[in-house]
């Protein structure tokens, strides 16, 4: 009597086996091929869900996959623990952040351990340890002393009422109000800490040493918007100079009025008193909107006059200043000249407030007149109306590929009012958050010595435990009698105060994958013997909402610790790759998954009462279920909605291989005879299983390489009563079904691989072999057409000569049907191993 499949027994029990004999423990092996496989670090929220499991079981499924195929395999775990839902809960709940980060964590640690992955748990990294931290600020010392970390005022969301900074998810709603209070929120600037990641644009361009997914390129590529085009100086009439950054210099002589943010700071010197109070009104208006608002190309344009006047410096003429939202202080120099006729943005300003509009590029074969267009004309022509440049031609391309930018540049350049230059969308990395729970910026202000780095020695700087968390969310470091004052490390004076600020999460996420090779390494962030081996990581897996900025951050992150030096102690042990293109790149691949919807197609939501929750899944179809299902449901960079009884076709799956291994030696009838042409058949499913999954998993499509075990499932279904169980194929195609199994289903692959006797783990074990050979069919069916239409399909040797093929064709009773009475047929055309169609 074959005993039943439970798979919450076999689960606990395989999960306790394998942690007790360490077999997932990595360990540098210089004679292995290394694999370091790294799927993004969870936030400790309080519970797993779904979309954890989405992305990590796949992901587990692919680094168990590479270690049976021979690759010394790195797969570990940890949490992003410091943030801003952790200072929330302790308003909200009355408990500390660090209470509530651990507790969370320990919960999220028992499900992650429930999900069976090769997680490597002796090297789990928490970034609100201090021995994680220490070296986050280690770091911090690091750019600084290297000139990538400055401090500058820059404008952060402010709530006056709360007397506190806010991020972003804590402004709600299209007027911009505080989560907390419902008061208007208001931009206010700070002196805060940036990262020159702008000095890396043109290197973060080059993706040549990284197969990432083509979108997640395209996404950076468009963020750090590099241009090609000429800074201009125009000039105030009172003499202030207004630098402008402009793409298209071939139409600087249809600038009809110019245009700057409201954060400029020559907008309150300029302004006449005439028209002061409205700028004001407009100013603090603009304060008011996000800049994603602003930018938006649906929005309707709007402002205001200053009352002052600008020289263009190109032809002398004097133009309007007006105030408008749609220019950003944070690209070029905040100011824009302004040419309505060739820009959308402009045009619909200029029509809203009665401005000129004048044509200086007049496409071929048309005559545009400013007055009477009703769009703005962006594409290639001829330039009119700009003195000595009449008649240039100018096409569509960028910069200096366009002749007309070409030779305007080079007349600005030789004039002396302008030159030739690149801006970048992208902007130096803030990292300041006037938050608690977050690293502490390691430096000190003192009156005397100005900004001094705290002693390496004296890392970490501890976040105080006894703080007090008031409900206006204003940081309690602020607030705390003692931690902000410190003695100054260069001149001894004990008034010196440490910085309030606490660094962007995003710095602990950016070098997380090196402290992984040795978390408890108390003399360097990262063991060097461990660098030279693992790295760089091999295998990254995580969302794309992360392209801009965290997947954007680690790259900049691993090319300044390149340039401070951070490598030097490693060298590679393979001695053809060099430090310098090892650690470049963070991650070599990159694939992303999709995201699970609730079964209503919503996003799932507690709030909603619509969530799969993975620990009632486990305790009801076991772990193996929910991981394969996940992989088996959708395609994996898809995603899509839930269906709970989708998971249902799953559960049937593996105890139908449950009932072929453990049942197969029941209908034993050893004198029976087995026909050559059905061991065939069987070997040639198999291998052609071996082939397909492998090439499966090799491109992250789970969804199909179940699918192809399934078929193997049913080929072993219709064997097993027969006498072809007693053969070595059939204990053969057993054993290989079990491990292609295994990176997807670990329980139930180990429990049966122990029940055939195969030698402990399966995990270790080598990947099956396919061979094409064997896995070639014997026959195909070809498809007969008579012009173009299906008439007949036949069975034909799947070495078949065109000839041959042809020849069968013509012969086929069903085709002879329709040939009777025919002429001849004009041709015949034969697609190998597919179809013969017949025109007749």
């Known amino acids: 009597m074959a005993r039943e499949y439970i798979p919450q027994e076999i689960e606990t029990k395989w999960q306790k086996h394998w942690e007790d004999t360490g077999l997932y423990r990595s360990k540098v092996d210089p004679n292995a091929p290394k694999h370091y496989a790294l799927t993004m670090?969870?936030?400790?929220s309080g519970d797993l869900h779904i979309g954890h499991w989405y992305a990590m079981a796949p992901s587990d499924t692919r680094a168990r996959y590479m270690r049976m195929r021979g690759f010394n395999v790195l797969f570990p775990m940890g949490f992003d623990a410091f943030g801003l839902p952790a200072e929330n809960a302790a308003i909200k709940r009355n408990i500390h952040p660090k209470e509530w980060t651990y507790s969370?964590?320990?919960?999220?640690?028992?499900?992650?351990?429930?999900?069976?992955?090769?997680?490597d748990w002796a090297r789990e990294a928490i970034s609100s340890d201090p021995k994680y931290y220490r070296w986050t600020q280690w770091f911090f010392i690091q750019f600084f002393n290297h000139g990538l970390a400055y401090k500058k005022m820059a404008p952060v969301d402010f709530c006056p009422a709360c007397n506190t900074t806010l991020a972003r998810e804590q402004v709600w709603g299209e007027d911009r109000r505080c989560e907390r209070c419902e008061t208007r929120v208001i931009k206010k600037n700070l002196n805060q800490w940036f990262f020159r990641i702008t000095d890396y644009a043109d290197d973060l361009l080059d993706f040549s040493g990284i197969q990432w997914p083509e979108r997640v390129v395209a996404m950076q590529t468009n963020w750090i918007g590099r241009s090609e085009g000429a800074e201009v100086i125009f000039t105030t009439e009172r003499g202030d100079e207004l630098p402008v950054f402009t793409t298209r210099p071939d139409t600087l002589w249809g600038a009809t009025f110019m245009v700057m943010a409201p954060e400029h700071p020559l907008v309150a010197a300029l302004t006449t008193d005439e028209q002061r109070t409205e700028v004001q009104a407009y100013v603090e208006q603009a304060a008011r909107a996000s800049d994603i608002e602003r930018e938006s190309a649906e929005r309707e344009k709007t402002g205001v006059f200053t009352g002052a006047y600008a020289i263009n410096p190109v032809n002398g003429e004097r133009i309007p200043i007006w105030v408008a939202d749609y220019v950003m202080m944070t690209y070029g120099s905040g100011a824009i000249m302004a040419v309505p006729a060739h820009d959308e943005r402009d045009f619909a300003f200029a029509r809203k407030y009665g401005l000129a509009v004048r044509v200086v590029i007049q496409p071929e074969g048309e005559s545009l007149d400013g007055a009477t267009m009703s769009a703005a004309y962006v594409g290639g022509g001829v330039m009119v109306n700009s003195d000595q440049f009449n008649g240039t031609v100018v096409t569509d391309d960028k910069g200096r590929r366009n002749p007309g930018i070409s030779q305007v540049i080079d007349w600005l350049e030789q004039n002396q009012i302008g030159h030739e230059a690149i801006s970048y969308r992208l902007r130096d990395w803030l990292i300041s958050r006037q938050r608690y729970w977050g690293a502490p910026i390691p430096m000190i202000h003192c009156p005397d010595c100005g900004i001094v780095p705290v002693p390496m020695d004296d890392l970490p700087v501890l976040l105080p435990d006894d703080v007090k968390f008031v409900p206006?969310?204003?940081?309690?470091?602020?607030?705390?009698?003692?931690?902000?004052?410190?003695?100054?490390?260069?001149?001894?004076?004990?008034?010196?105060?440490?910085?309030?600020?606490?660094?962007?999460?995003f710095m602990c996420s950016s070098w997380y994958q090196y402290r992984y090779l040795s978390p408890d390494e108390d003399s360097y962030p990262f063991d060097p013997e461990e660098a030279s081996y693992w790295l760089p990581v091999d295998q990254y897996t995580g969302g794309i909402e992360h392209a801009t900025m965290h997947l954007l951050y680690t790259r900049f992150f691993?090319?300044?610790?390149?340039?401070?030096?951070?490598?030097?102690?490693?060298?590679?042990?393979?001695?053809?790759?060099?430090?310098?293109?090892?650690?470049?790149?963070?991650?070599?691949?990159?694939?992303?998954?999709?995201?699970?919807?609730?079964?209503?197609?919503?996003?799932?939501?507690?709030?909603?009462?619509?969530?799969?929750?993975?620990?009632?899944?486990?305790?009801?179809?076991g772990a193996d279920a929910v991981r394969a299902y996940l992989m088996f449901a959708f395609k994996w960079e898809q995603g899509g909605p839930w269906d709970s009884q989708g998971i249902n076709g799953v559960v049937r799956f593996l105890n139908d291989v449950w009932s072929l291994v453990t049942e197969y030696q029941s209908v034993s009838d050893a004198q029976m005879t087995v026909p050559a042409s059905a061991i065939r058949a069987l070997e040639r499913k198999v291998h052609q299983t071996i082939l397909d999954v492998t090439a499966d998993i090799e491109e992250f499509s789970f969804n199909t390489s179940i699918a192809k075990l399934m078929e193997l499932r049913n080929t072993l279904q219709e064997f097993s009563d027969t006498p072809v169980v007693n053969t070595s194929a059939w204990r053969q195609a057993i054993r290989t079904l079990l491990l292609l199994m295994a990176p997807i289903t670990p329980h139930i692959a180990e429990e049966l691989w122990q029940f055939i006797g195969g030698e402990y783990s399966i995990h270790q074990q080598p990947w099956p072999e396919g061979n094409e050979s064997i896995a070639a069919e014997e026959t195909i069916t070809l498809v007969v057409q008579v012009n173009g239409k299906v008439r007949d399909r036949i069975q034909v040797p799947a070495d078949i000569s065109e000839s041959e093929a042809k020849q069968i064709a013509l012969e086929s009773d069903a085709i002879g049907r329709f040939l009777q009475g025919q002429k001849p047929p004009r041709k015949i055309v034969y697609v190998p191993g597919r179809l013969v169609n017949i025109v007749l």
């Open 558 to 621: 691993t090319r300044a610790m390149r340039d401070c030096g951070v490598f030097q102690p490693v060298r590679p042990m393979n001695p053809d790759l060099q430090p310098d293109t090892i650690f470049t790149e963070p991650m070599t691949r990159l694939h992303n998954q999709g995201i699970i919807l609730a079964e209503d197609r919503e996003k799932m939501s507690k709030s909603r009462g619509n969530v799969a929750d993975p620990d009632d899944l486990v305790e009801k179809y």
């Open 472 to 505: 206006t969310g204003e940081s309690p470091l602020k607030l705390h009698p003692a931690w902000k004052f410190t003695t100054c490390p260069q001149c001894g004076r004990e008034d010196a105060e440490r910085e309030m600020d606490t660094m962007d999460t």
């Open 41 to 44: 670090l969870p936030y400790p």
């Open 104 to 119: 969370n964590i320990s919960n999220m640690r028992r499900q992650l351990k429930s999900m069976g992955a090769m997680f």
